[in-house]
């Protein structure tokens, strides 16, 4: 295992990251906010923290290896995300216990959007473009670490986009250097931001909120600059350029990479996954609307467009409201709350399960059954038309039991923390889908409940960020053992 | 005409054989010795052995002046080489090879012209074998459906069975019992010989009936000779070889098909390039998973492994536990006529479909299609009428005026896209596609000179 390199890059990352205090304290000073010093702060003791820590290892230059990544990947998430928590807690007009700042900053950088502060429309814009800034980037970093480290560390079936790749994304490392895909896939998430942003503005947003929401968007966050969420500004316009955004974030960024490369937007209906993506969101927004529609919670038009949105906004596990949605029939808020398990798709910045694993679930359940009727049949499963190995499959299986048997889990962890079960139950399917918002005690903000919990969740976040299994190796003795 | 056939497999052998009785010099080379020794011994023909792509061999087969080149053997490398030498050393007019590999044919616009590699016709026999099933699936209850005029025309023989409206009746009751669907009996087999067909001649129960007919009429006139057979659903394919696959995806998207294959890796690699087909590992003659697999629910049972035997008792037994049809490709000739009309319903040989693709171009005259039918003891014909009625022994003359040989008759006539069956009084135009029935070998250079133009064309 080589540390000191692991230290070294940490130590550069480090460095880096304090720059992105930067902008937030010129928004502090363009607004006159008034908390422009916790942000310099901040740069300066991280910036300093972070050379501190690079000078003795500065000369380590070490080649890294499959089992050093999984290192890396965890060490930076805890690192960023305890460097990223550091202004909300030294901020003069925040108030909040070191467990708050922690939580807010994880949830932030994991683009769950859990929040724990509430009366939003009243804190500095600083701290609420911060906020944004840190579920941007924090989407930034998954989109390399779903597009290019997983599929390299083979997490969870992810091994199906190394090389041969089923459907059209022929290559899914794009371009021959993991440098290079990154770069590429900023480019992407830059271009897609920036027209997300436009859009808001053309729509009626003014440009911080614009620029604000655009970052969550395109990060599958579900940070907002209102306590309201989308629902503050009720214009059916912002509503449909975040759903169309939600959307697409929710794609593979590789297509996204094929589509800016041949000009054509063709490959995202050949994309079987996106298909499938595309008729989960079509079929589960049908019952949704139906049910809102028949039960006279709201008249026809209304119930198409918050079914519409709350569906978009929950599966891709983004988070945003439009109305409090925990209060609807219980068949609702249960039926969506489920469907965050499915997410996006992977290569993507949401959470859940992601969509290709669910797909191949399915079809090895189909084949089940098929076995049975003819049991000297031979019955591959494909994803568009390639057959994807035994391997991949067992992989696939592997991850949905480990997944689900750490939802149990954090569920009884958290029971004995003290929670409701509505509650718990809602909150650690959030967390782990990184979705955002729960029901019960969690339905608006995270603010209410006890610090373990908080703890837990934060875990939850990262749990699910990392594809469980990240986390999950660096805690078994083997991975250690020389 | 003097013709070069490499390779004397399966299909360079029943080539060499049938080109053999119609006055050609044919030479054959193979490296294998006894396979040429029991030709020549057979046949009046000459052999050379070697390497068929070798120059100094070609040179011994006398490529200097040989009009045609076939390259049948078993490697397509070989075959390429061959027609590539001959065409550069010898300029061989007529080059003919046949293509196994996929990948071959699907860059074949490209590669096989005189730039890359001249070869003027590429002949696939699984293809063929395809082709032919598949046309005896789209039309239940025939023995052979051949194509004329790209399809425009098909004849088909069928074998009449008690019950049918026409069985036991006279030919001329055909018209009047359908009088607008237009059809030609163009040739009955009655216990193995020909009989050429007249308005007054009756036909019997168990007579192999060819009748000629525009492509969807063809439908009614078979149910003037058997009830009425519905379409084939539900289809089972024994081996998974090149046949059975290509048959496989061929036919899955109209009918459910299952194919069933021994190796395990084959089975993978099967299940992995079909789509709708379900596909089963095990032994093709295995009574447990034929019933398992519904057996007696399936219309057509199509045994197309490598191995005539196992074909044949696959069939057998697939007919005695309730298949409603069994077709058995059959390599060897000597069992086609055995099976053939027992338990087995339809016997196909796979050189006798190959060989007649192959006869098209050997033609003299301006033949586009030749088929075998009864494994050979009978051919059809497609020919191009050329010339007007000056210098050309047909044009112009109507059908009932045309001096044709004994034995020989004409079915139909197409002429554009329109099918006209061949009634007496019709005259022929230039250009017109002949469409003729011969019941005896023999007779094609007749009818080759026929449709030849006289001197003063030029």
Excluded at chain 1, 118 to 127: A, E, N, V
Aim: hydrophobic fraction near 50%; aromatic fraction near 10%.
């Amino acid at each position: 295992m080589q540390f000191k390199t692991i230290i070294r890059i940490t130590s550069i990352l480090l460095m880096l990251f304090s720059t992105t205090m930067l902008p937030s304290a010129l928004v502090s000073l363009l607004f006159k906010d008034g908390s422009h010093m916790a942000f310099v702060t901040s740069f300066i003791s991280l910036l300093t923290l972070g050379f501190i820590i690079w000078i003795p290892v500065r000369n380590h230059m070490g080649e890294l290896r499959t089992r050093d990544g999984f290192v890396i990947t965890v060490v930076f998430w805890i690192v960023l995300g305890l460097a990223g928590s550091v202004p909300l807690y030294i901020a003069p007009a925040m108030d909040l216990s070191f467990t708050d700042a922690f939580f807010e900053s994880f949830s932030g950088l994991t683009t769950t959007g859990a929040t724990v502060i509430t009366g939003l429309d009243q804190l500095p814009k600083s701290i609420l473009f911060y906020r944004q800034q840190l579920q941007w980037l924090g989407g930034m970093g998954i989109i390399v670490l779903a597009v290019a480290i997983l599929p390299m560390l083979g997490i969870g079936g992810m091994q199906l986009y190394r090389a041969e790749t089923p459907g059209p994304v022929k290559d899914s490392k794009l371009t021959p250097r993991i440098t290079e895909t990154a770069k590429a896939l900023w480019y992407i998430y830059l271009t897609l931001t920036s027209i997300c942003a436009f859009l808001y503005w053309a729509a009626g947003m003014d440009w911080f909120d614009a620029i604000s929401h655009a970052f969550s968007t395109v990060a599958i966050g579900g940070y907002s600059t209102h306590d309201a969420s989308i629902g503050y500004f009720d214009s059916a316009a912002i509503e449909f350029v975040a759903m169309v955004f939600m959307l697409l974030a929710s794609a593979n960024f590789g297509l996204h990479f094929i589509a800016f490369r041949n000009k054509s937007i063709k490959h995202y209906l050949q994309d079987p996954e996106y298909q499938f993506f595309l008729v989960i969101i079509a079929v589960i927004a049908i019952l949704i609307i139906s049910m809102l529609w028949f039960t006279q919670t709201y008249d026809g038009f209304q119930s198409l467009r918050l079914g519409m949105f709350q569906t978009i906004s929950i599966l891709t596990t983004t988070g945003f409201a439009t109305v409090d949605f925990s209060i609807w029939p219980l068949y609702v808020p249960f039926l969506l709350f489920l469907s965050s398990f499915i997410g996006g798709c992977a290569g993507s910045t949401a959470g859940g399960i992601k969509v290709i694993r669910v797909a191949l679930l399915l079809k090895q359940g189909a084949r089940e059954i098929k076995r049975l009727i003819h049991p000297q049949g031979v019955f591959p499963i494909k994803i568009g038309s390639k057959p994807v190995p035994d391997s991949v499959i067992q992989s696939v299986w592997g991850f949905f039991s480990v997944y689900i048997m750490m939802y149990g889990l954090i569920f009884l962890a958290l029971l004995a923390t003290g929670m409701d079960f509505l509650t718990t139950w809602s909150a650690v399917g959030a967390s782990l889908n990184n979705l955002g918002p729960g029901l019960g005690d969690v339905a608006q903000h995270y603010g209410n409940i006890n610090d373990a919990a908080k703890w837990i969740l934060a875990f939850a976040m990262l749990l699910g960020r990392l594809e469980i299994f990240t986390l999950l190796v660096l805690l078994t003795p083997m991975f250690w053992r020389h | 005409m003097k013709i070069i056939i490499l390779g004397a497999g399966q299909v360079g052998s029943s080539l060499a054989e049938s080109l053999a009785s119609e006055y050609n010099d044919i030479t054959v080379v193979d490296t294998k010795t006894k396979k040429l020794r029991d030709l020549s011994d057979r046949l009046d023909i000459q052999t050379v052995e070697g390497m068929g792509s070798h120059p100094d061999v070609l040179v011994r087969a006398g490529a200097d002046d040989a009009d045609m080149l076939v390259a049948v053997t078993s490697s397509d490398e070989v075959n390429m080489i061959a027609c590539q030498l001959a065409y550069t050393l010898f300029r061989t007019p007529q080059k003919i090879a046949r293509i196994r590999s996929r990948s071959y044919l699907d860059v074949g616009d490209q590669v096989f012209d005189h730039e890359a590699i001249p070869i003027n016709v590429l002949i696939s026999p699984e293809q063929v074998v395809c082709d032919f099933i598949r046309r005896l699936i789209e039309t239940p209850g025939s023995l052979q459906v051949l194509d004329f005029a790209k399809g425009l025309v098909q004849l088909v023989g069928v074998k009449a069975v008690p019950g049918g409206p026409l069985v036991g009746q006279e030919i001329r009751y055909l018209r009047q019992h359908m009088p607008s669907v237009d059809t030609r009996v163009a040739a009955i087999f009655r216990k193995d010989r020909s009989i050429i067909p007249i308005a007054s001649t009756v036909i019997e129960a168990d007579d192999e009936v060819f009748f000629i007919a525009a492509r969807n009429d063809i439908r009614a006139v078979m149910s003037e000779l058997r009830r009425h057979e519905s379409s084939y659903k539900r289809l089972i394919i024994a081996g998974g070889g090149n046949i059975g696959f290509r048959l496989a995806q061929l036919l899955e998207k109209h009918y459910s098909v299952k194919l069933i294959d021994r190796g395990i890796e084959r089975c993978q690699w099967l299940s992995e390039n079909l789509s709708n087909s379900v596909v089963l590992q095990g032994n093709v003659a295995n009574q447990e998973l034929l019933v398992e697999e519904n057996i007696e629910d399936t219309d057509v049972f199509i045994a197309v492994t490598n191995d005539d035997e196992a074909n044949i008792m696959a069939s057998m037994l697939a007919k005695r536990l309730g298949a409603r049809k069994v077709m058995t490709l059959i390599n060897n000739s000597a069992y086609v006529d055995l099976v053939q009309g027992g338990d087995i319903d339809v016997a196909i040989s796979p050189s006798q479909a190959t060989i007649g693709s192959l006869l098209t171009h050997v033609r003299k005259g301006d033949i586009v299609s030749v088929h075998k039918l009864r494994r050979g003891v009978a051919e059809a014909i497609e020919a191009i009428a050329h010339g007007d009625s000056s210098n050309s022994k047909v044009v112009g003359r109507c059908v009932e005026d045309i001096d044709l040989p004994e034995g020989c008759n004409i079915g139909a006539i197409v002429r554009g896209d329109e099918v006209l069956i061949a009634h007496d009084d019709l005259i022929i135009e230039s250009d017109d596609h002949v469409v003729m029935f011969l019941v005896d070998r023999r007779l094609i250079p007749d009818v080759e000179r026929l449709f030849q133009v006289g001197f003063t064309f030029f």
